[in-house]
């Protein structure tokens, strides 16, 4: 709700109490930050582009929540931690700033990853428009199973800046046009 309003107040507060209670209550947290994510997205305002810029008064409950981003970043890497929660920190992820969290989804691409991680790290990447994320996509391409595919195009499509990934990628042959689906 606070997200959606975009009140600053509401907000900071947010951002201030998911820094303080942090690793003492991560799903508490987690689920906090990925609500005023998806909130701020649905009012057409965007948490990485808060984080990355805050406004006058937000600064410090900004800087006081990238620790929660870090260690969201390790979970989603830890094999030893439960995939659903693996995954949950992979969407948190999609509410940081792209080049915080761009080694991690390189890493969650990887085939070796459970396919429910990998396809968590691909639709976390469809919320950013970095020029990056086309060429991360299709790199890993060849590594993903035919649903992976069609996340990944979605994934290529919601942003201009990832098309261009996709077209040289079809033209060096590591993309198969049968790939994309016409629907």
Excluded at 28 to 56: F, H, Q, V
Aim: net charge neutral.
């Amino acid at each position: 709700i606070a997200g959606a309003r975009g009140e600053g107040t509401e907000i900071s507060r947010v951002l201030e109490v998911a820094a303080r209670v942090g690793g003492r209550r991560n799903r508490l947290c987690t689920a906090a930050l990925i609500g005023l994510g998806e909130g701020l997205r649905r009012a057409g305002k965007s948490l990485p582009r808060l984080l990355a810029s805050p406004p006058a008064g937000l600064e410090s409950a900004a800087r006081a929540v990238e620790p929660l981003f870090a260690e969201a970043a390790r979970r989603a890497c830890d094999q030893q931690i439960p995939e659903t929660e693996r995954a949950q920190s992979v969407r948190l992820l999609a509410s940081t700033r792209f080049p915080l969290a761009a080694e991690t989804f390189a890493k969650l691409l990887d085939p070796r990853e459970p396919q429910a991680i990998q396809l968590a790290a691909v639709r976390a990447l469809a919320s950013f428009p970095e020029k990056e994320v086309g060429p991360l996509l299709v790199g890993h391409w060849r590594g993903f199973s035919p649903a992976l595919r069609r996340e990944a195009v979605e994934a290529l499509f919601q942003h201009v800046e990832s098309l261009g990934a996709l077209l040289d990628g079809l033209e060096a042959g590591e993309v198969a046009a049968a790939d994309l689906d016409p629907e």
